[in-house]
């Protein structure tokens, strides 16, 4: 698991309605244990009232638990139980159990029905929690439901320890991934804006810093000595030096850390290198790194990474794939790309290069590249993908996208981390999300399918306008019927 993202610890609390037999909670709640197999912490105090409410959030949090499992073994008791989620500091989910454990006259418990108002209860007093999509099941069922469960509250309780670092501000004429910062602090996320001249007097400082070395090796060791662009490694050492004693000295009381930094146009003039390199390796440890000051950007890193437990990336939904390098290309492909920022480890072939597009413009004369050298490039590695994103709107409204496809084993014949990405219904996707709602041409890129946690998460967060690429059979709001 990353450094930079939180280890769950779940624990399972038992409910029970005093009109029913509390064992029957309890030898259900047993059997979830059981099956489940280790490390889900079973909280010996089973609800009956607000009492034991108060003593079961007692002992869970004073047993480690920082994810919490109400299960309701019986029809279960709706104010203790919801007063649970209200009480207890991190994430919840409710589950239920359903029968065939027991006769149906004595060993009936009813929480098919109690599920039901527990819901209704959770609404009155505008609690989240996090409710599968077959809540009510059998103890094996419920213990695959519990381990969904986890990436979720991964993601939630890191965005409430989150702190995310920006340097601005956001280049000239480049709206496209502007958003207020105001609804971060509803999320629980804080931030602190920085002037890029804050970060150019702390890489400044680091000059001559006794690390150096050992970093240029860490780097030198990881591109495996094939580097032809080997005399930017001091710099970017010294760089990486200075994000990580800027993120130790300024996260204060929170936990995780990401940045969103301005990379172009002074950068390279004034840092003599683009800080591509850096970030990826940053985004290995879990730490994103947004490139242009996308601060929502990384906050949507950040969260892939809880669901995923992996390193992600942010990249360019950037450009249409000729049918030279795929024969069957259409409107559901497209080439992701970025200048050099995704980890080595989601390269096929990774190896220094330099920033071609800023080469023209800050260096065109210049018959080898020096300020702008510093990218990692290669094609990315072949498999399944989510592309997704979390974006606030000008009037400070959150929405949120996710679709799921595959990255191609192809060769872009091009520059920078890139990749050809194949995502079902792409092409009305792309008119009628992307397009018709706005957002912004960076996405998230998490490896593997995610999709459904990165859903279930933004319904925690309480978005309600999610996205995602919709079959054929299922038309967009503003889709022509007649097209």
Same mark, same amino acid.
Request: include cysteine; aromatic fraction near 10%.
């Given at each position: !698991?990353? /450094?930079?993202?939180?280890?769950?610890?779940p624990?399972i609390v038992?409910?029970?309605r005093?009109? *029913?037999?509390k064992?029957?909670?309890?030898?259900r709640?047993?059997?979830?244990v059981? @099956?489940?197999g280790g490390?889900?912490y079973?909280?010996?105090? +089973?609800?009956?009232?607000e009492?034991?409410?108060?003593?079961?959030v007692?002992?869970?949090?004073?047993n480690?638990?920082?994810?919490?499992?109400v299960?309701?073994?019986?029809f279960g008791?709706?104010?203790?139980?919801?007063l649970l989620?209200?009480w207890?500091?991190?994430?919840? !989910?409710?589950i239920a &159990?359903?029968e065939?454990?027991?006769d149906?006259?004595?060993?009936?418990?009813d929480?098919?029905?109690g599920?039901?108002?527990?819901?209704?209860?959770?609404?009155?007093?505008?609690?989240?929690?996090?409710?599968?999509?077959s809540?009510?099941?059998?103890?094996?069922?419920?213990s695959g $439901?519990?381990?969904? *469960?986890?990436?979720?509250?991964? &993601?939630v309780?890191?965005?409430?320890?989150l702190?995310?670092?920006?340097?601005?501000p956001r280049?000239?004429?480049?709206l496209?991934?502007?958003? /207020?910062v105001?609804?971060l602090y509803?999320?629980?996320?804080?931030?602190?804006?920085?002037?890029?001249?804050d970060?150019?007097?702390?890489?400044?400082?680091?000059?001559g810093?006794?690390?150096?070395?050992?970093?240029?090796?860490e !780097?030198?060791?990881?591109?495996?000595?094939?580097n032809?662009y080997? #005399?930017i490694?001091p710099?970017?050492?010294q760089?990486?030096?200075?994000?990580?004693?800027?993120?130790?000295?300024?996260?204060?009381?929170?936990?995780?850390?990401?940045?969103?930094?301005?990379c172009?146009?002074?950068f390279?003039?004034? =840092?003599? *290198?683009?800080?591509c390199?850096v970030?990826?390796?940053?985004?290995?440890?879990?730490?994103?790194?947004?490139?242009?000051v996308?601060?929502? #950007?990384?906050?949507?890193e950040?969260?892939? &990474?809880?669901?995923s437990?992996a390193?992600?990336?942010?990249?360019d939904i950037?450009?249409?794939?000729?049918?030279?390098?795929? &024969?069957?290309c259409?409107g559901?492909t497209?080439?992701?790309?970025?200048?050099?920022?995704?980890?080595?480890?989601?390269?096929?072939n990774p190896?220094?290069?330099?920033?071609r597009?800023m080469?023209?413009?800050?260096?065109?004369?210049?018959p080898?590249?020096?300020? +702008?050298? #510093? +990218?990692l490039e290669?094609?990315l590695? /072949?498999?399944d993908?989510?592309?997704?994103?979390l974006?606030?709107t000008?009037d400070?409204?959150?929405?949120a996208?996710?679709?799921q496809? $595959?990255i191609l084993?192809l060769?872009?014949?091009?520059?920078g981390?890139?990749? %050809?990405f194949?995502?079902p219904?792409?092409?009305? =996707?792309y008119? @009628? %999300?992307?397009?018709?709602?706005?957002?912004?041409h @960076?996405?998230?890129v998490?490896?593997? @399918?995610?999709?459904?946690?990165? *859903?279930?998460?933004?319904?925690?967060?309480g978005i309600?306008?999610?996205?995602?690429? $919709?079959?054929?059979q299922?038309p967009? /709001?503003?889709e022509?019927p007649?097209?």
């Open positions: !698991m990353l /450094p930079n993202i939180p280890q769950v610890s624990g038992a409910v029970s005093s009109c *029913f037999p064992a029957l909670s309890e030898r709640r047993a059997a979830i059981s @099956h489940y490390g889900l079973e909280c010996p105090v +089973t609800v009956e009232n009492l034991d409410a108060r003593r079961a007692d002992d869970v949090v004073a480690g638990v920082n994810a919490l499992v299960f309701l073994g019986n008791p709706e104010t203790p139980e919801t989620a209200e207890f500091p991190g994430p919840v !989910m409710f &159990a359903a065939g454990d027991g149906l006259f004595d060993g009936r418990g929480a098919y029905c599920m039901l108002n527990c819901s209704y209860n959770l609404g009155l007093r505008c609690l989240p929690a996090y409710l599968p999509e809540p009510v099941g059998t103890a094996e069922e419920l $439901q519990i381990a969904g *469960f986890l990436p979720v509250a991964r &993601a309780l890191g965005l409430r320890g702190k995310i670092i920006a340097f601005g280049p000239d004429d480049f496209a991934c502007n958003a /207020p105001k609804a509803g999320l629980g996320v804080a931030i602190e804006e920085n002037s890029e001249l970060l150019l007097a702390a890489y400044n400082k680091h000059m810093d006794s690390r150096v070395p050992a970093k240029i090796a !780097m030198k060791a990881e591109l495996c000595g094939d032809p080997a #005399g490694l710099r970017l050492a760089y990486e030096l200075t994000l990580e004693d800027w993120a130790a000295e300024h996260i204060g009381a929170r936990k995780y850390v990401a940045f969103a930094n301005k172009w146009p002074a390279q003039t004034e =840092f003599k *290198f683009v800080p390199y970030n990826s390796r940053l985004a290995a440890r879990g730490i994103p790194a947004a490139c242009e996308d601060i929502y #950007g990384a906050l949507s950040y969260i892939g &990474a809880c669901v437990g390193a992600t990336t942010l990249l950037n450009n249409t794939v000729p049918a030279s390098i795929h &024969a069957n259409s559901d497209f080439m992701g790309f970025h200048c050099g920022n995704t980890c080595a480890a989601r390269l096929k190896r220094m290069g330099y920033q597009i080469k023209r413009g800050l260096e065109p004369d210049a080898a590249p020096d300020i +702008t050298r #510093g +990218t290669g094609n590695r /072949p498999g993908v989510t592309l997704y994103r974006q606030s000008a400070t409204r959150l929405k996208y996710a679709a496809g $595959q084993d060769d872009c014949e091009s520059f981390s890139i990749g %050809v194949a995502i219904e792409m092409g009305r =996707f008119r @009628h %999300v992307l397009i018709e709602k706005r957002f912004p @960076h996405a998230a998490a490896f593997g @399918h995610h999709g459904r946690a990165l *859903f279930e998460v933004f319904k925690y967060l309600d306008d999610i996205s995602y690429n $919709q079959p054929r299922i967009y /709001p503003k022509n007649f097209a």
